[in-house]
Nanobody, 128 residues
């Protein structure tokens, strides 16, 4: 069975950092593209734009892309979402998703359509 298993959610203080893990089971993560999403109950799912952890470009610190980056460990068959300078509005359930036949560390499809495998989600709460 092909699965994505997420972990790393929890309570984080405002301004803090967090890393979420997305472990692939039953398939090689390197053969898929990975996307990240989040959703607040009662609101639409929101895609998180791709930005590599090694990307040194300046982004607006107020934007999601300015505070979230992605990485992947092929040996561990796991993708990661890193959040920095987190805010209360980042509170949500976070999901990873994999799309077949796109070999890229990160694939951003804003609607979430087209992903073949979804993780179960992990709750992230930003609060003091």
């Amino acid at each position: 069975q092909l699965q994505l298993v997420e972990s790393g959610g929890g309570l984080v203080q405002p301004g803090g950092s967090l890393t979420l893990s997305c472990a692939a089971a039953g398939f090689a993560l390197d053969d898929y593209g990975i996307g990240w999403f989040r959703q607040v109950p009662g609101k639409d799912r929101e895609g998180i734009p791709c930005r590599s952890r090694s990307d040194s470009r300046r982004f607006d610190g107020d934007s999601v892309q300015g505070r979230f980056t992605m990485s992947r460990d092929v040996v561990k068959n796991t993708a990661y979402l890193h959040g920095d300078h987190l805010r209360a509005e980042d509170t949500a359930i976070y999901y990873c998703a994999a799309v077949r036949n796109i070999k890229a560390p990160c694939v951003y499809i804003s609607t979430g359509q087209g992903y073949d495998i979804w993780g179960q989600g992990t709750q992230v709460t930003i609060s003091s």
